[in-house]
């Protein structure tokens, strides 16, 4: 659904989504106040043409992912941090589907992203310090295969 107004389309806003861990997680697993890395590139190779000096062709090679980033509340009770420390601890991997998902304001769908061949790569936790009011924050670094959109 197309969102408009009196001066046309509004596009949607960015700090209501959800993420889901399939077959990992439960409802508190799909609160994070932000997600990075939805990106994608082409590896190019280069190779000189004899004769045209005025450029270098460019060819496409293969698509790169960046690490998915995740950050949230640290919680008590997660059964995503326990697929982390599963691997981290014990070396068992075992690659996740995660949906990333852009809400409108009912709560409907606007945009999926479903990533692919997940597997946590780095876990940490925001600094504790005694003079600051502030919460702590776990950061998940993902890896993945791939993306597509829904």
Same mark, same amino acid.
């Given at each position: 659904?197309? /969102?408009?107004?009196?001066? +046309?389309?509004?596009?949607?806003?960015?700090?209501?989504?959800?993420?889901?861990?399939?077959?990992?997680?439960?409802?508190?697993?799909?609160?994070?106040?932000?997600?990075? +890395?939805?990106?994608? /590139?082409?590896?190019?190779? &280069?190779?000189?043409?004899?004769?045209?000096?005025?450029?270098?062709?460019? %060819?496409?090679?293969?698509?790169?992912?960046?690490?998915?980033?995740?950050? @949230?509340?640290?919680?008590?009770?997660?059964?995503?941090?326990?697929?982390?420390?599963?691997?981290?601890?014990? @070396?068992?991997?075992?690659?996740?589907?995660?949906?990333?998902?852009?809400?409108?304001?009912?709560? /409907?769908?606007?945009?999926?992203?479903?990533?692919?061949?997940?597997?946590?790569?780095?876990?940490?936790?925001?600094?504790?310090?005694?003079?600051?009011?502030?919460?702590?924050?776990? &950061?998940?670094?993902?890896?993945?295969?791939?993306?597509? %959109?829904?």
């Amino acid at each position: 659904m197309v /969102e408009t107004g009196a001066g +046309g389309y509004y596009p949607p806003v960015g700090f209501h989504f959800k993420v889901e861990f399939v077959q990992i997680g439960n409802n508190n697993d799909t609160r994070f106040q932000s997600v990075s +890395g939805l990106s994608v /590139e082409y590896d190019t190779e &280069t190779f000189k043409e004899g004769g045209e000096n005025r450029f270098e062709h460019k %060819l496409p090679i293969r698509t790169k992912y960046p690490d998915l980033s995740l950050k @949230r509340g640290m919680l008590k009770d997660s059964e995503v941090i326990k697929w982390c420390q599963d691997a981290f601890q014990n @070396r068992k991997f075992s690659p996740a589907h995660i949906i990333v998902t852009l809400l409108n304001e009912k709560h /409907e769908p606007l945009r999926a992203w479903n990533i692919y061949n997940a597997w946590p790569k780095k876990w940490s936790v925001s600094d504790l310090n005694a003079q600051e009011n502030a919460i702590v924050v776990e &950061t998940l670094d993902l890896s993945y295969s791939y993306f597509t %959109l829904a």
